[in-house]
């Protein structure tokens, strides 16, 4: 599920694109956050609903081998074994899911290539082989060659790669929360009684998650002057056009936190943007963001303006 960290990453994009755009209507550029979120659980139904093609498509390829010219006794006798998968089979009678795959229109006939490039990948494989051979199938089995079909298959597909790069603008960034969305899934698909499976959930608290993107979206933008003078006061020994945006951006975000979210500690708060700068922004962001913003901070807090409640701590 999107963490904190991830949400923050969609607020950074979303200012990223407000601050380039012509348009400064905030309320769009918030409903356009608010998709980008969304849309993240839309590519992890259109990942669900591949990895159900590319078995599928096993029902496809024995037709094939059986209706060659010269079949051999291997073809005529191909396994379609994987299309009574106990994972398939709950996805696929998933109410949930159901519904979601209507919802995003989700269907492959724009490409249909790409499964039976996928399951002839997995077809070769020894551990599709070793699938195929068992006699003992339980649960766990077949997860774990589902799990094979996602990690080694799937996701190591150059062609797969291109068509959720072309479908989904943040792929490259998102990718590592559809995984551990994808391992949730893996992880709640452990009943024989299929109702009681459930999808991974985009957000543990999506009342809270919301309030904290959409508060963290317009404040940065409401009080941006305020605080690129706080920021520039610390920064005279700079050229502007010489700190990278998304530097800015970031320390306009901490700032946000540290004066508007009393619920969370200053550290977090420092720590988190350090992070996210380490993947988008400068090799040198990090420590110019630290010292920027502990000078910030030591100001902050000589004026009395930080307030820290419940588990949140100044120290």
Do not use: C
């Amino acid at each position: 599920m999107l963490n904190r960290r991830h949400l923050r990453v969609k607020v950074l994009q979303s200012l990223y694109a407000f601050h380039q755009s012509d348009t400064k209507d905030i309320k769009l550029h918030e409903k356009h956050l608010l998709q980008s979120i969304d849309q993240v659980f839309e590519m992890y139904i259109w990942m669900l609903s591949l990895i159900s093609e590319v078995i599928d498509y096993a029902s496809t390829d024995a037709a094939e081998r059986a209706n060659k010219h010269l079949p051999t006794k291997e073809d005529l006798n191909a396994s379609v074994k994987i299309l009574s998968n106990r994972f398939l089979l709950s996805l696929q009678e998933n109410k949930e899911y159901i519904l979601a795959a209507k919802k995003y229109k989700v269907e492959w006939s724009f490409d249909p290539e790409l499964a039976k490039s996928l399951f002839t990948t997995l077809k070769k494989s020894t551990e599709y082989a070793e699938y195929i051979a068992k006699t003992d199938d339980t649960i766990q089995t077949d997860k774990d060659i589902i799990k094979f079909i996602f990690k080694k298959v799937i996701l190591k597909s150059s062609l797969a790669e291109q068509v959720f790069e072309d479908k989904f603008i943040y792929w490259p960034v998102d990718r590592e929360v559809l995984q551990a969305l994808i391992a949730k899934t893996f992880k709640n698909f452990s009943s024989e009684n299929f109702q009681e499976n459930k999808l991974a959930e985009i957000s543990g608290n999506w009342v809270e998650d919301r309030e904290f993107v959409v508060n963290l979206f317009e404040q940065s933008i409401r009080h941006d002057a305020q605080y690129q003078e706080l920021i520039a006061q610390k920064t005279q020994n700079w050229e502007p056009d010489r700190i990278a945006m998304m530097d800015t951006l970031l320390m306009k975000m901490a700032i946000v936190e540290f004066l508007n979210f009393t619920s969370i500690p200053v550290k977090v708060t420092i720590n988190e943007y350090l992070e996210i700068s380490k993947e988008f922004s400068t090799p040198k962001s990090n420590s110019f963001i630290n010292g920027i913003l502990d000078k910030i901070l030591f100001e902050l807090k000589a004026d009395n303006k930080i307030k820290k409640i419940g588990r949140g701590l100044i120290e």
